[in-house]
C-alpha cells in the first residue's frame, strides 16, 4: 500500500508515475554543480567589479536624472542579489538532486523515491552552495553620494 503523501494530486491520478534514472541524476547532480563551481562562479567577481564602477553625481536641478538614477540603482541592485542568489540555489538543487540520489543508488529497479523525501532533500538548508553575499552597489543620488549630497528641489 501506497502512502497518501506518495500518491500523486486528485487530479493526477491514473496519470501513471514519474520514472527517473538514479544513475542519470547522480549524474544531473554532479554536472550541475560543476557547471555553477567552473563557469559560473569564478566569474562573480568581475560582474561586481563591473557594477560597481561609479556614476557621477548628478545635478540636483535635472530631477529627471535624479529620478533615472535612482531607479536605476534600484534595478541594478536587485539584479546584483539575483545574480548571487543563482549560485546558491542552483547548488541547493544540485545538492537536493545528489542526496536522492545517493539514497536511492542501491535500490532495485522497482523502488521509487518517496515525495517526502524529494521535499526533505530541497529543503535541507546545509544543502546550499555558500555564496556570500551579494555586493553593495553605490547609490549616485544617496546622502554618501561626494562632497556635497544630491537635493532635490
Known amino acids: 500500500m501506497i502512502p497518501e503523501e506518495d500518491h500523486p494530486a486528485s487530479w493526477l491520478r491514473g496519470y501513471g508515475g514519474i520514472e527517473a ?3 542519470r541524476l547522480r549524474e544531473f547532480a554532479d554536472k550541475l554543480q560543476a557547471e555553477v563551481d567552473r563557469n559560473y562562479a569564478p566569474h562573480l567577481p568581475y560582474i561586481a567589479e563591473d557594477m560597481k564602477a561609479p556614476l557621477p553625481n548628478p545635478a540636483d536641478a535635472f530631477i529627471e536624472l535624479v529620478n533615472f538614477l535612482r531607479a536605476h540603482h534600484e534595478t541594478q541592485q536587485a539584479t546584483a542579489d539575483m545574480v548571487w542568489g543563482v549560485r546558491g540555489v542552483t547548488g541547493h538543487l544540485a545538492a537536493a538532486a545528489g542526496t536522492v540520489a545517493e539514497r536511492y543508488a542501491n535500490s532495485d529497479a522497482f523502488s521509487s523515491a518517496r ?3 524529494v ?4 529543503a535541507n538548508p546545509t544543502a546550499a552552495t555558500p555564496t556570500g553575499p551579494s555586493p553593495v552597489l553605490h547609490d549616485p543620488t544617496g546622502p554618501e553620494t561626494g562632497p556635497e549630497p544630491v537635493v532635490l528641489p
Open 21 to 23: 534514472d538514479i544513475r
Open 115 to 117: 515525495v517526502v523525501d
Open 119 to 122: 521535499q526533505r532533500a530541497l
